[in-house]
C-alpha cells in the first residue's frame, strides 16, 4: 500500500539520518561539538520560554489573590455621596419651588461657619434667585454641602446644624437643608439625597 511504503522510506531516510550524525558523513567522525551545541541553544530557548511561562502565571495568581473588583468608596469619606450626585438632585428638586425658579451653586467662602471652616476641605451653597440677572439671592442657603477632613468634625458640625434645619450626614459629608421653601418638604428632598448616597448615614433634625 502507498502509505506503508511512504512510511517505509520515511523510516529509513530517519535510521540513515542518525546514521549519518553517529558516523559522520562519508564514515568520518562527526562534529560533536556542533550538535552538542546546538542542542544546548535550543534547550535554553525552551527553558527561557517555560520560566517565561511559569512568571505569567505567577502574576496572574498575583492578580487574582488582590482581587480585580474595583475599591469601593470609604463610609468615612461620605459613602457614595457627591457633590455632582447632590447638586443633580437638589437641582431637580428644589427649582420646581415658586420661591426658587432659579438656582445657583455657590463656593461662598464664608458661608461655612467659622468654628469648623479650617476643617472644611470642599464648600458649596445653593441659592435661590428670582431672575437669571438678579444680583442677590431670593432664598439664601436652601442647601449645603460640606466634606469635612475627618468624620469627627463632620458629626460635630451635623448636630450643630441639626437643631435649626435638617441634616444629612453621611460619613465626613454633611448635607444641611434650608428652611426657606415652604412648598417643598425638606425632610423628603433630604431622604431622597440619602438614597442617592445608597441608603448611607442618617438623618437629623
Same mark, same amino acid.
Given at each position: 500500500?502507498?502509505?506503508? @511504503?511512504?512510511? &517505509?522510506?520515511?523510516?529509513?531516510? $530517519? &535510521?540513515?539520518?542518525?546514521?549519518?550524525?553517529?558516523?559522520?558523513?562519508?564514515?568520518?567522525?562527526?562534529?560533536?561539538?556542533?550538535?552538542a551545541?546546538?542542542?544546548?541553544?535550543?534547550?535554553?530557548?525552551?527553558?527561557?520560554?517555560?520560566?517565561?511561562a511559569?512568571?505569567? #502565571?505567577?502574576?496572574?495568581?498575583?492578580? $487574582?489573590?488582590?482581587?480585580?473588583?474595583?475599591?469601593?468608596?470609604?463610609?468615612?469619606?461620605?459613602?457614595g455621596?457627591?457633590?455632582?450626585?447632590?447638586a443633580?438632585? #437638589? $437641582?431637580?428638586?428644589?427649582?420646581? +419651588?415658586?420661591?426658587?425658579?432659579?438656582?445657583?451653586? +455657590?463656593?461662598?467662602?464664608t458661608?461655612?461657619?467659622?468654628? *469648623?471652616?479650617?476643617?472644611?476641605?470642599?464648600f458649596?451653597? *445653593?441659592?435661590?434667585?428670582?431672575?437669571?440677572?438678579?444680583?442677590?439671592?431670593?432664598?439664601?442657603?436652601?442647601?449645603? !454641602? =460640606?466634606?469635612? @477632613?475627618?468624620?469627627?468634625?463632620?458629626?460635630? !458640625?451635623?448636630?450643630?446644624?441639626?437643631?435649626?434645619?435638617?441634616t444629612?450626614? =453621611?460619613?465626613s @459629608? =454633611? =448635607?444641611?437643608a434650608g428652611?426657606g421653601?415652604?412648598? @417643598?418638604?425638606?425632610?423628603?428632598?433630604?431622604?431622597a439625597?440619602?438614597?442617592?448616597?445608597?441608603?448611607?448615614?442618617?438623618?437629623?433634625?
Open positions: 500500500m502507498p502509505t506503508l @511504503t511512504g512510511s &517505509r522510506q520515511t523510516g529509513h531516510a $530517519n &535510521r540513515s539520518m542518525i546514521s549519518v550524525m553517529r558516523r559522520g558523513p562519508t564514515g568520518s567522525t562527526p562534529d560533536t561539538s556542533a550538535v551545541t546546538t542542542w544546548s541553544k535550543e534547550l535554553i530557548v525552551q527553558i527561557r520560554r517555560i520560566l517565561a511559569l512568571g505569567a #502565571t505567577a502574576v496572574i495568581m498575583t492578580i $487574582n489573590a488582590c482581587g480585580g473588583d474595583e475599591p469601593t468608596p470609604a463610609a468615612g469619606n461620605g459613602g455621596l457627591s457633590y455632582d450626585k447632590v443633580s438632585l #437638589t $437641582n431637580e428638586r428644589l427649582m420646581k +419651588d415658586p420661591d426658587c425658579p432659579i438656582g445657583k451653586w +455657590d463656593d461662598n467662602s458661608g461655612l461657619d467659622e468654628a *469648623f471652616r479650617s476643617d472644611g476641605k470642599f458649596k451653597q *445653593f441659592d435661590c434667585y428670582k431672575t437669571a440677572d438678579a444680583s442677590l439671592p431670593h432664598r439664601v442657603q436652601q442647601a449645603i !454641602y =460640606v466634606e469635612f @477632613t475627618n468624620a469627627e468634625r463632620a458629626k460635630a !458640625y451635623a448636630q450643630e446644624q441639626s437643631i435649626l434645619y435638617p444629612l450626614l =453621611v460619613g @459629608t =454633611v =448635607v444641611v428652611s421653601l415652604e412648598a @417643598t418638604d425638606m425632610k423628603a428632598y433630604l431622604s439625597v440619602q438614597a442617592v448616597a445608597g441608603g448611607a448615614g442618617e438623618i437629623l433634625g
